[in-house]
């Protein structure tokens, strides 16, 4: 059964679209041609954070990903193939992982709770948990820990894009993407860059994820054709 509240998200649908062409007319013929957004944002499916909003962007600026606790997970072929498609297709220049003070995630995933199926999502979290946790346990307040735990779940997404394929090939080739940490917070509405260093972050993964010697001389080995090693 409909109620009103469902009825009327087709009632401001069709009002909004009165309204766009009454501004212009093209709108929507042009964005069905193409997209062309500057940005890739991987954020978190939390409904009070919604991208284009915290931005100020407008449609087609953003190309956007968002699962519980903005989880950069190279198990996660959706968001392997959205960031390869990002980067390899669309050509964004930058990437954004945006975290939130307050995640209803992470909250989870600090309890000592079973919660099912969800628990094998949560275990990514947990991940980042244990790489921070002496810096973490030293943080007396709770709220003061969730947030630091955000702040650090984020530079730790950021990691994991890097390390992607993807995105090392198209920044020695190219000199973009460039990835960004932000932090959003409800309890103010404001947005905060982390100022991560992405170069910094770059040399950091290569040390050991290092792709930059098989990008520059074109080799692509299929997985059955891997190069041998010398014994």
């Not at 409909?2 to 679209?17: A, C, H, L, S």
């Not at 449609?59 to 390869?84: E, K, P, T, Y």
């Not at 989870?108 to 949560?122: E, I, S």
Request: with cysteine; hydrophobic share 35%.
């Amino acid at each position: 059964m409909k109620d009103d509240r469902y009825i009327k998200i087709f009632e401001d649908n069709q009002r909004w679209v009165e309204d766009i062409n009454n501004t212009d007319i093209d709108f929507f013929a042009r964005h069905y041609e193409e997209q062309n957004p500057d940005y890739l944002y991987i954020g978190c499916s939390d409904s009070r954070v919604p991208a284009n909003e915290i931005t100020g962007l407008s449609m087609g600026d953003l190309f956007v990903h968002r699962n519980l606790g903005n989880v950069v997970a190279n198990s996660d072929m959706n968001m392997m193939s959205i960031l390869q498609y990002a980067v390899e297709v669309l050509e964004v220049k930058h990437i954004v992982v945006c975290g939130h003070y307050g995640c209803g995630a992470l909250k989870a995933a600090m309890l000592p709770h079973k919660f099912g199926v969800l628990d094998n999502w949560l275990r990514n979290i947990r991940d980042v948990y244990r790489f921070h946790k002496l810096e973490l346990n030293e943080i007396k307040d709770l709220e003061q820990r969730m947030d630091r735990l955000s702040e650090v779940n984020v530079e730790e997404q950021v990691l994991n894009v890097v390390k992607s394929s993807s995105v090392q090939e198209s920044y020695l080739k190219k000199g973009y993407p460039v990835v960004h940490g932000w932090m959003y917070d409800m309890r103010n509405g404001l947005l905060k860059d982390m100022n991560i260093d992405f170069k910094a972050t770059l040399q950091k993964v290569q040390e050991i994820y290092n792709l930059e010697e098989d990008i520059n001389n074109n080799n692509h080995y299929p997985i059955y054709q891997y190069p041998k090693t010398s014994k």
